[in-house]
């Protein structure tokens, strides 16, 4: 699905608010999750920022939770998985928010991880983090960014500071950890997209990590992205 910088509060959201294959808002573990996480009674924004740490702190960070199979990328697998890494966390939010009626997307950005360990760029041969997602959520008539990468538990053990969310700010990567190191550089923006894009994040990672296709090929890597 094509990219979309849609940001005006009169334009029609109905797009962000089904669910597909992927952000499976529909799905009856997604719908009880959200209905439990947030009360009646909440605004639109409360309740996102309920989704937010539900999403950041409920699915644990990993990179190594790594699959080109499609239910990597389904959101009510990585919520039953319990462990996930970006991209895949950035679905179950977007899922989440749709659930509860909340307009959401997902949003794409190369990063440099000045603090990635050695083991990880060893696997990845370079420390830029390719199609790094998040979550932009509509909240009283803007788009927020919201990324529900590194839950609290990670964040202490690495002393990174962890990502707070208020539905008003964009929460993205801080520039420095806690010790005043640098920690994360945006690069390069990807856009917005209704749905995950298994093309569009191939296409990234044959950029940035050729070393990945040189035993599988881009059409099978796509075929197994798309396999349930």
Known sequence: MSATEQSDSTLDHSIYLQPTVYIDSDHANILAFAAETVDESDSQLEKAVKLYYAARDSVRYDPYAFGFDGNTFKASNVLAEKKAFCVPKAILLAALCRAQNIPARLGFADVKNHLASDKLIEMMQTDVFAFHGYADIFLEGKWVKATPAFNREMCDKFNV????????EDSVFHP???????????????????????????????????????VTGTDLMLEKMKTF
């Open 161 to 168: 500071l962890p990502l707070e969310f208020n539905g008003r």
């Open 176 to 214: 420095f950890n806690g010790e005043g190191a640098k920690h994360m550089e945006y690069l390069k923006e990807h856009g917005h997209f209704a749905d995950f894009s298994p093309e569009a994040l191939v296409k990234s990672y044959e950029e940035v990590y050729p070393h990945f296709f040189k």
